[in-house]
């Protein structure tokens, strides 16, 4: 099988303002063969999941302009995205916050600080 007949690896969209979030999370997933999209607010991550739709979206909450909550609420209302895994990853970890990450459909919160290590076994257990 050549390498066009292989199905492409898995595209993982890192949704986070902060810069050095983005560049660790993705490089842990590019090191295992993932592809890697950035975004770095909600209204971003919403234009590439329409441009490439992700296989899964690791997605901050609290961010400048459309915050993570908002963005994971329209992926999910939406039959086209979803079924989009969105792992959320948040140092939000009230009551409230979590529920309502709950109640929109995010299918796994992880606290910050974490592991990228941490996230890319969820992802691939989501995956799988």
């Known amino acids: 099988m050549s390498s066009r007949d292989r199905p492409s690896s898995p595209l993982v969209l890192v949704v986070d303002d902060d810069d050095d979030a983005r560049e660790l ?3 842990a997933f590019e090191r295992k063969g993932y592809r890697v999209a ?5 209204e971003a991550a919403l234009a590439r999941v329409s441009d490439e739709r992700p296989d899964a979206i690791l997605m901050d909450v609290a961010m400048p302009g459309m915050d993570g909550i908002e963005a994971t609420r329209r992926l999910k209302s939406k039959p086209s995205t979803a079924d989009i895994p969105v792992v959320v990853v948040t140092a939000q970890g009230t009551q ?8 929109i459909g995010a299918d796994a919160v992880v606290r910050k600080p974490c592991a990228a290590g941490e996230l890319l076994a969820l992802v691939e257990r989501i995956l799988s």
């Open 38 to 42: 950035t975004a770095s607010d909600g």
């Open 25 to 27: 999370y993705g490089a």
């Open 96 to 103: 409230s916050v979590l529920a309502e990450l709950h109640t």
